[in-house]
T-cell receptor, first 113, second 112 residues
């Protein structure tokens, strides 16, 4: 079955710097890759997603890149702000798994003022 | 106000007791999901339902049960057979023909 790894597990950056979180997946049939942001004690919120027929997607300060050959995808946050501090999860889904998600273990991002 | 609601926000249970967590959505979504989240870990799928009166086991279904009698409701029962039930439980839903799952605010269950 699908396995998703995520690195780093924790990340601290200075306000205004960029942050990059990387995920790898094992099932080459995976075709949808969402990223979620989870604040303490709350449910995850979708921040950006990408499909396997696209290499890059951008939404203001957030971007996601996908390398299907290497089976990895990355979240890029530019001009980080203190409110970006949260836990970020990547996920992968495949039709072979009923389009259910397999999540990475998460990255705790701290943006230092 | 559309969305997914979970109740209660906090739940305490004594060992040996069954407890039911509520999940309701008014988004007219077809599929609904239950996940378990342990500290410092990702989300693991417990059960999911693609359509009313049908549901499937996820990766960690042992000790849990669900029902899907109405499209908008997908309650999860944590039974006494679940060995380590203390966790944060998240419900999600998805519209058919789309990929994105939307999450509720979660229920934190503590076994005393």
């Amino acid at each position: 079955g699908e396995n998703v790894e995520q690195h780093p597990s924790t990340l601290s950056v200075q306000e205004g710097d960029s942050a990059v979180i990387k995920c790898t997946y094992s099932d080459s049939a995976s075709n949808y890759f969402p990223w979620y942001k989870q604040e303490l004690g709350k449910g995850p919120q979708l921040i950006i997603d990408i499909r396997s027929n696209v290499g890059e997607k951008k939404d203001q300060r957030i971007a996601v890149t996908l390398n299907k050959t290497a089976k990895h995808f990355s979240l890029h946050i530019t001009e980080t702000q203190p409110e970006d501090s949260a836990v970020y999860f990547c996920a992968a889904s495949t039709y072979n798994y009923g389009q259910n998600f397999v999540f990475g273990p998460g990255t705790r991002l701290s943006v230092l003022p | 106000d559309g969305g997914i609601t979970q109740s209660p926000k906090y739940l305490f249970r004594k060992e040996g007791q069954n407890v039911t967590l509520s999940c309701e959505q008014n988004l007219n979504h077809d599929a609904m999901y239950w996940y378990r989240q342990d500290p410092g870990q990702g989300l693991r799928l417990i059960y999911y339902s693609q359509i009313v009166n049908d549901f499937q086991k996820g990766d960690i279904a042992e000790g849990y049960s669900v029902s899907r009698e109405k499209k908008e409701s997908f309650p999860l029962t944590v039974t006494s057979a679940q060995k380590n039930p203390t966790a944060f439980y998240l419900c999600a839903s998805r519209l058919e023909s789309t990929d994105t799952q939307y999450f509720g605010p979660g229920t934190r269950l503590t076994v005393l």
